[in-house]
């Protein structure tokens, strides 16, 4: 059983900061892609970026240059630095692992196979 869970969320001014981590256990492959998600009220669960075990990366045009995925393969943990954050980025965060499908279609939620139970970030202007 793979168990996948995440930290770090809160509540933030906009140009504000956070670090959210996941924790990675059970039966997963420590090199597996890796990647996150967010969803907000009302909308698709969209990607935000993604990282592979050579820490190959991609992210959403939305969040490039702000935000920073990172992974540590020796503690099986998934990293996600959020830098000047806006309004739009609130959301529950999902860190999610094991994707079915190619390394171009990172951003489709459907292809992976392990979910977190999701943290928050809230960002206030």
């Known amino acids: 059983q793979v168990q996948l869970v995440e930290s770090g969320g809160g509540s933030v001014q906009a140009g504000g900061s956070l670090r959210l981590s996941c924790a990675a256990s059970g039966y997963i492959y420590v090199g597996t892609v890796m990647g996150w998600f967010r969803q907000a009220p009302g909308k698709e669960r969209e990607g935000v970026a993604v990282i592979d075990s050579r820490s190959n990366t991609n992210y959403a045009d939305s969040v490039k240059g702000r935000f920073t995925i990172s992974r540590d393969n020796a503690e099986n943990t998934l990293y996600l630095q959020m830098n000047s954050l806006k309004p739009e980025d609130t959301a529950m965060y999902y860190c999610?692992?094991?994707?079915?499908?190619?390394?171009?279609?990172?951003?489709?939620?459907?292809?992976?196979?392990?979910w977190g139970q999701g943290t928050q970030v809230t960002v206030s202007s």
């Open positions: 999610a692992a094991d994707p079915s499908g190619s390394w171009f279609r990172w951003w489709v939620p459907s292809d992976y196979n392990y």
